[in-house]
C-alpha cells in the first residue's frame, strides 16, 4: 500500500489499526466507538513538508499519521477519546472526558438512530397510541428520532425525540412527512427507557389533547411512482460531451486543472475539506471547510422549542454523505472519490463515490467588442466542480467548491429535500408557519452555516481587513460637484467579529503585507464575497442562541489554534453553550500579519412556501473568494478563445442555413 500523504483521508487499514489497538488496551471490556478519523496534522509540522512539494524540493520526513477515536466504555458508559500512531501501532493518549460531556454531548451514530428508531416503534406505549389513532388497513407508522436539544441546564440524560409519521402505503418513497402525528415519546439513549410521552399542538396555541382516531387524509408524494401526474414529454436529452476526456488530472486525492492544485480530504464529521490550494504555484489557502452549521425552528411551543439540529457536530457530514450515481447527481466526465468511517463496532465502513469531481461550462468568462470594427474576443468560463450532498432526514444538502480559470473560488449551499413537518388542524394558521397540505405545517426555520477559511495568502502569515465605500466630502477645489467617493479600509488587527454593511458596499478582504502587487503598489490579496444574511433569530439568552454563537456574527477572525475547526466546539449534541468561536474570538490574540482564520456565517431564513412541498425546490446561496491584487492583471488571459469548430453549436431552427462563426465581425 502507497504510504500516505499526510492530508490524505483515514483508509479503511487505519482504522481496523486504531479498533484493535484500543480494544488490546480494554481487553475485557466491550467498546462503542463513535468516530475514527485521522486528526489533523499539526499545521506548523506539516507546512515544511507541502513547501517542499509546492517547490520541487526534496521532501522532509512526513508528519506521522494520528487517529482520534472517540469511544464508549460499556462497563461503565465512560466517554473517551484516544489518540493513536496508525504508521507505528502505538497508543498515545488515552483520555476520560469531563463530566459535563459524558452521558449526552457526543455525536450520534447511525447505528444508535436505527436502534431507536426500532425501539420506539417496538415500545408498548408507542403501540398503545398507534392503536388509538384507528388507521386504515395498509397505513403503517414510522418515525424521525431527532436529536433532543436543550431547554434545561440540569439535564444529563442522553435524550432521543422520536417524531412519529403515517406511511398510507409500502412504498420505499412514500412521504411519510406528509402525515405528522401528534405525539412524540422521547427515549433514554442510553437506559433505552421511555422518559415520557409528549403531545404535539395542533391548534392555533400550546395546548395538546390525547390521541384520537385519525382524520384520514391524502397524502402529498413527491415520488413519480405515486404522485399520479403525468411526466413532461416535450424535455429533449440533454449530453455533456467531452470527446477528448475532461481538462483535470488526479493522482490519488491531488487534483490538477487550469493552474489549479488541492488535495481532496474527507472526514466523518465536515465530510468535503480542500487541503493546500495553490494557483499557478502560488500558496493560495490552507485549508477550505464547512465547520458547522445549524437549524433552529421557529416554533415557540413545546417540544418544538427545543428542535435545533447541528448538523455537522450532532452526527456529522461524512456520516450522512450520499454515495452518487453517475447520470444522476453529477453529469460529464466524472471523477468520483470514496471515503471510510467505522460503525459502531469500530468496522470499516466503505463509503463509495461520495464526493464527484466535474467540470462545467459557466457562460462566458469575458467579452469585449471593438465598436469601431466590430471584432469581438470571447472566452467561455470553465469551472472545476467538486461536490458532496448529505441527506440529514428530511433535508438534503449540495456542498459544492467551483474553481474558476481567473483564479477565483465558489463555495454553494443548495438546500432541498423535505420539509420537516408538524400536524395542523383543519382550518387552523399560526404565525409561525406555512399550512402546506392537508393536515400538515411547515415551521419557520433558519439554515446557518459557518465556512472556515484558513488562508495562504502568498504564505502563511496574513492579515484580515475590510473597505468601506464612502463619499468623499464635498470640497470648492477637489469636488466640487460631490460626484467623488473612496473607500476607508480597517485593518482587524485583535481577534475579533465584525459585521457586513451592504450601504456601504463593505468588502472584507485577506492579505499578505509583506508581497506588494507591482502594479497596484498594494499588498495583494483574496477578496471574501460574503452572503449578507439575517443571524439568529433566537433570543439572546435562549439556549438556541448560547450554543449557536457563531451564527450571532457574520464574520469572524481568530488566530490558528491546533484543534479549533469547529464553530460551535468539538461537541454540540445536547450541548448547553458554544465552546468554540465565542472562546477563540475573545482571547484578545493579535491577528494582524500572522497565522489567521476567517470564519464567515451565512445562512437562509427559510419561511416556507406551499410550493417547496412536497419536496422543496432548490434554495442556493454562493460564497466568493476572488483575487483582489493578487495578479498584475487578469489571470485569464491566456485561456482560449470560444470558437464554433471547438463547440460545435447547433442552430435550434429547422431551416437549413449553417451556424455563422464565433465572434464574425459586423458590417
Not at 451514530?109 to 392503536?131: F, G, N, S, T, Y
Not at 404535539?200 to 390525547?210: Q, Y
Not at 468601506?468 to 467617493?485: E, H, I, M, Q, R
Request: with cysteine; proline share 7%; hydrophobic share 35%.
Amino acid at each position: 500500500m502507497a504510504t500516505p500523504h499526510p492530508f490524505d483521508p483515514i483508509s479503511a487499514a487505519e482504522i481496523k489499526v486504531s479498533v484493535d489497538l484500543l480494544k488490546a488496551s480494554f481487553p475485557d471490556v466491550k467498546l462503542r466507538f463513535k468516530l475514527v478519523d485521522i486528526n489533523e496534522p499539526v499545521k506548523k509540522d506539516v507546512i515544511p513538508y507541502i513547501e517542499a512539494e509546492r517547490r520541487g524540493q526534496t521532501l522532509p520526513a512526513r508528519p506521522a499519521r494520528i487517529a482520534q477515536v472517540l469511544f464508549h466504555r460499556l462497563d461503565n458508559g465512560v466517554f473517551m477519546k484516544a489518540y493513536l500512531d496508525v504508521t507505528v501501532g502505538k497508543v498515545l493518549v488515552v483520555k476520560e472526558l469531563p463530566k459535563e460531556i459524558q452521558a449526552c454531548e457526543g455525536p450520534i451514530d447511525v447505528d444508535e438512530m436505527i436502534h431507536m428508531e426500532k425501539l420506539c416503534l417496538q415500545h408498548p406505549a408507542v403501540q398503545a397510541e398507534i392503536e388509538k389513532m384507528m388507521l386504515p388497513p395498509g397505513y403503517a407508522v414510522c418515525n424521525d428520532p431527532w436529536i433532543y436539544g436543550t431547554d434545561d441546564e440540569n439535564e444529563s440524560r442522553r435524550l432521543v425525540q422520536c417524531y412519529m409519521y403515517i406511511m398510507e402505503t409500502d412504498h420505499p418513497e412514500t412521504n411519510h412527512y406528509s402525515l405528522p402525528c401528534a405525539f412524540s415519546p422521547v427515549f433514554d439513549a442510553i437506559t433505552f427507557e421511555l422518559v415520557r410521552m409528549d403531545y404535539l399542538p395542533t391548534g392555533a396555541g400550546a395546548e395538546t389533547v390525547p390521541t384520537k382516531p385519525w382524520r384520514v387524509v391524502k397524502g402529498v408524494e413527491y415520488a413519480h411512482a405515486l404522485h399520479g401526474m403525468p411526466v413532461r414529454e416535450d424535455l429533449k436529452p440533454y449530453i455533456v460531451s467531452q470527446p477528448e476526456g475532461p481538462s483535470f488530472n488526479t493522482d490519488g486525492n491531488l487534483v490538477r486543472w487550469q493552474k489549479w492544485s488541492f488535495r481532496v480530504g474527507f472526514n466523518s464529521r465536515e465530510g468535503l475539506v480542500l487541503y493546500n490550494v495553490t494557483y499557478d504555484g502560488r500558496n493560495v489557502f490552507y485549508r477550505l471547510s464547512l465547520s458547522e452549521m445549524t437549524v433552529p425552528y421557529g416554533d415557540p411551543r413545546k417540544p418544538f422549542h427545543r428542535k435545533q439540529a447541528f448538523d455537522v457536530g450532532d452526527v456529522g457530514l461524512g456520516v450522512t454523505a450520499n454515495q452518487l450515481s453517475l447520470g444522476c447527481d453529477c453529469l460529464g466526465h466524472i471523477k468520483y472519490f470514496d471515503g471510510y468511517r467505522c460503525n459502531s463496532q469500530g468496522l470499516p465502513l466503505h463509503l463509495e463515490n461520495v464526493i464527484c469531481l466535474h467540470e462545467v461550462d459557466a457562460g462566458l468568462q469575458h467579452k469585449h467588442t471593438n465598436y469601431r470594427t466590430g471584432t469581438a474576443t470571447v472566452v467561455r468560463n470553465r469551472q472545476l466542480v467538486i461536490q458532496m450532498i448529505c441527506t440529514v432526514s428530511n433535508y438534503e444538502y449540495i456542498f459544492a467548491w467551483y474553481f474558476d480559470q481567473a483564479a477565483g473560488i465558489e463555495f454553494e449551499v443548495r438546500a432541498t429535500g423535505i420539509l420537516s413537518t408538524m400536524p395542523i388542524d383543519e382550518g387552523v394558521k399560526v404565525p409561525w408557519g406555512t399550512n402546506v397540505g392537508p393536515g400538515v405545517m411547515a415551521a419557520y426555520h433558519q439554515h446557518l452555516f459557518s465556512l472556515r477559511i484558513d488562508p495562504a495568502i502568498d504564505g502563511f502569515a496574513n492579515t484580515v481587513t475590510y473597505e468601506d465605500s464612502v463619499a468623499l466630502p464635498k470640497d470648492p477645489v477637489l469636488n466640487p460637484y460631490g460626484v467623488g467617493y473612496g473607500v476607508q479600509e480597517k485593518v482587524l488587527s485583535t481577534a475579533g467579529t465584525a459585521e457586513t454593511n451592504v450601504g456601504q458596499h463593505r468588502v472584507f478582504k485577506i492579505r499578505n503585507d509583506s508581497v506588494i502587487n507591482a502594479i497596484s503598489g498594494k499588498p495583494v490579496a483574496y477578496k471574501l464575497q460574503v452572503v449578507p444574511s439575517q443571524m439568529l433569530l433566537m433570543s439572546p439568552d435562549s439556549f438556541n442562541s448560547k450554543r449557536a454563537a457563531f451564527a450571532s456574527k457574520p464574520i469572524w477572525v481568530t488566530r490558528h489554534g491546533e484543534e479549533e475547526l469547529y464553530a460551535a466546539g468539538e461537541f454540540t449534541n445536547q450541548s448547553h453553550a458554544d465552546t468554540g468561536l465565542s472562546s477563540w474570538a475573545y482571547r484578545d490574540d493579535k491577528v494582524e500579519n500572522e497565522d489567521v482564520v476567517l470564519w464567515h456565517s451565512f445562512g437562509l431564513t427559510h419561511n416556507p412556501r406551499p410550493e417547496d412541498f412536497p419536496v422543496m425546490p432548490v434554495e442556493k446561496i454562493v460564497v466568493g473568494l476572488k483575487p483582489s491584487g493578487f495578479f498584475e492583471k487578469n489571470p485569464a488571459l491566456d485561456v482560449p478563445p470560444s470558437r464554433q469548430d471547438i463547440n460545435k453549436s447547433v442552430l435550434a431552427t429547422n431551416d437549413a442555413r449553417l451556424a455563422e462563426p464565433c465572434c464574425k465581425p459586423n458590417h
